[in-house]
């Protein structure tokens, strides 16, 4: 099956820097790749996704990165601020009808003041 | 819009007592349903899934059961908790497409 590796587990930026997370995903035939943000005590939510015909997908100060020769893909938060302080999680679909996501465990993001 | 709506928000369990955790969807028809538990500060490890009513695929072998009774309606049942058995617990949706909505979440403690 699908294995997702995500790096780091954590990550300490200032605010103001860029952030940088990366996952590899191992099913060469997966084609969709969603990024969740969760909050602490509080549901994850999907923040972006990015399906495997496009290389890159931006939303004002986060963006993604999918390079299929490769198999990873990677969010970018750009400027970040105090609220983006959370875990995030990278997830890949294998091939489709099955409706599943394998999801990395997650990277703790401190966004320093 | 959809919403999803788990309840309870929050149970404490005495260990060897039963389960019933419920997630409903809203504003949708013939939804995938999905439960995952999250261990603290750890990642989301899926229990079951549900293309369609009483259907139902397991993805972890343990003492934790699903149902599917009606077709917004999806069920995590125990018939004996276990203290691992607490974390927290989220539904999620899917119209059918790969993407998931997940729900407001159980917290469970098993004591």
């Known amino acids: 099956g699908e294995n997702v590796e995500q790096h780091p587990s954590t990550l300490s930026v200032q605010e103001g820097d860029s952030a940088v997370i990366k996952c590899t995903y191992s099913d060469s035939a997966s084609n969709y790749f969603p990024w969740y943000k969760q909050e602490l005590g509080k549901r994850p939510q999907l923040i972006i996704d990015?399906?495997?015909?496009?290389g890159e997908k931006k939303d004002q100060r986060i963006a993604v990165t999918l390079n299929k020769t490769a198999k990873h893909f990677s969010l970018h938060i750009t400027e970040t601020q105090p609220e983006d302080s959370a875990v995030y999680f990278c997830?890949?679909?294998?091939?489709?009808?099955?409706?599943?996501?394998?999801f990395g465990k997650g990277t703790k993001l401190s966004v320093i003041p | 819009s959809q919403t999803i709506h788990q309840w309870p928000a929050t149970l404490v369990q005495p260990v060897g007592s039963p389960l019933s955790l419920e997630c409903t969807v809203e504003?949708?028809?013939?939804?995938?349903l999905y439960w995952y538990r999250q261990a603290a500060g750890r990642g989301l490890q899926l229990l079951f899934y549900s293309v369609g009513i009483g259907q139902i695929s397991s993805e972890v072998p343990q003492n934790l059961s699903a149902s599917r009774p009606q077709d917004r309606q999806f069920i995590l049942s125990s018939k004996k908790l276990l203290l691992s058995d607490s974390g927290f617990y989220l539904c999620a949706w899917s119209p059918k497409i790969e993407t998931q909505y997940f729900g407001p979440g159980t917290r469970l403690l098993v004591l």
């Open positions: 990015i399906r495997s015909n496009v």
């Open positions: 997830a890949a679909s294998p091939p489709a009808g099955s409706y599943q996501l394998t």
């Open positions: 504003g949708t028809s013939n939804p995938n």
